[in-house]
């Protein structure tokens, strides 16, 4: 029981640093944002205006990312079972939507200024881009442990890096524009930075609807996890398996398992032990539900289709 404890006043600490990590970024978004705004008009800079929208975007998605972890720390009640875990996933489908609606303006904005250049104060372009990279690095490093273990951690975290790449984009294209007038850098790097946002957004997305549509974890393969079961002495075969993640950190597997022989309920504990420890040793998986029988289904299928 003491382990219990310990184990969830460790999480609940963990959880009070990500929300004041996540509460301090929020605030040197909202600085970035001002500063980049103000900049943006007194150098008739697009870039930095642009960069401004995307911090601000930003700002919002680290809203979200805060609020989902507060609210992912309730406990389950009788009307969600499972808890209020899956806040942050629905966190992270929604900052890398909005990431990838970021990188296809970063697109179109390049585009125009292709064709466009305009030209613009270079040293306001630079000091202000500097202060963005500054407050957008220190922002990444709060974040950077948490991104390891927690996906929405990790969509707020890769805004946070997508911030600091644009602003040190902005910061060379302020250079090249000041000292040689080159201006078709600036939407250049501004499409190499988009490509970078748009493929780590959607590897976020796509884990994200994995787990929302109840899909197996990418690094489990389920013929692999039935075969190693069906090694287990006294167990014929395992069908009818489901294996879902409520999160990232929470894998789920229920299924059927047919026995060799007809034995009482009461001797089916020692196999369950050793299916539960097949399953978390090689598979990470935590929460077993399983059904004992003596070939009491005609479809044996692993996969049940219905």
């Not at 875990?85 to 970063?106: D, E, G, M, P």
């Not at 104060?121 to 927690?150: M, P, Q, R, T």
């Not at 013929?223 to 999160?247: A, D, F, M, R, Y």
């Amino acid at each position: 029981m003491a382990d219990n404890n310990n184990e969830h006043s460790h999480t609940h600490d963990v959880s009070s640093v990500k929300g004041i990590n996540l509460l301090i970024t929020m605030l040197l978004n909202l600085t970035i944002t001002v500063a980049e705004v103000i900049g943006g008009l007194y150098s008739g800079s697009l870039s930095l205006l642009s960069d401004a929208l995307h911090n601000f975007s930003d700002m919002l998605a680290i809203a979200v990312s805060y609020f989902a972890i507060k609210i992912s720390k309730k406990s389950n009640d009788r009307k969600r079972t499972f808890g209020y875990k899956r806040s942050t996933i629905i966190a992270a489908l929604i900052n890398s939507t909005v990431l990838i609606v970021i990188s296809v303006y970063l697109f179109k904005e390049a585009y125009f200024k292709f064709i466009n250049p305009e030209e613009i104060n270079g040293v306001i372009v630079i000091w202000v881009a500097l202060i963005g990279l500054i407050a957008n690095a220190f922002g990444a490093y709060l974040l950077s442990k948490g991104s390891k273990e927690d996906m929405n951690m990790k969509s707020t975290y890769l805004h946070l890096i997508s911030d600091a790449l644009s602003s040190v984009g902005v910061v060379i294209g302020g250079i090249l524009i000041y000292y040689f007038s080159i201006y078709w850098v600036d939407p250049l790097l501004t499409i190499i930075i988009a490509i970078y946002i748009l493929k780590e957004s959607y590897e976020i997305l796509k884990q994200a609807i994995n787990i929302l549509m109840q899909g197996i974890p990418e690094n489990i393969n389920i013929n692999e996890l039935v075969k190693e079961l069906e090694e287990i002495e006294s167990i014929k075969n395992v069908h009818h398996v489901h294996i879902w993640g409520l999160n990232e950190n929470n894998i789920f597997f229920e299924g059927h398992v047919n026995l060799k022989q007809d034995i009482l309920v009461s001797e089916t504990t020692e196999i369950y032990k050793n299916i539960e420890h097949e399953l978390k040793e090689h598979f990470g998986i935590s929460h077993i539900t399983i059904q004992f029988g003596d070939n009491c289904c005609e479809d044996i299928e692993v996969v049940k289709n219905e």
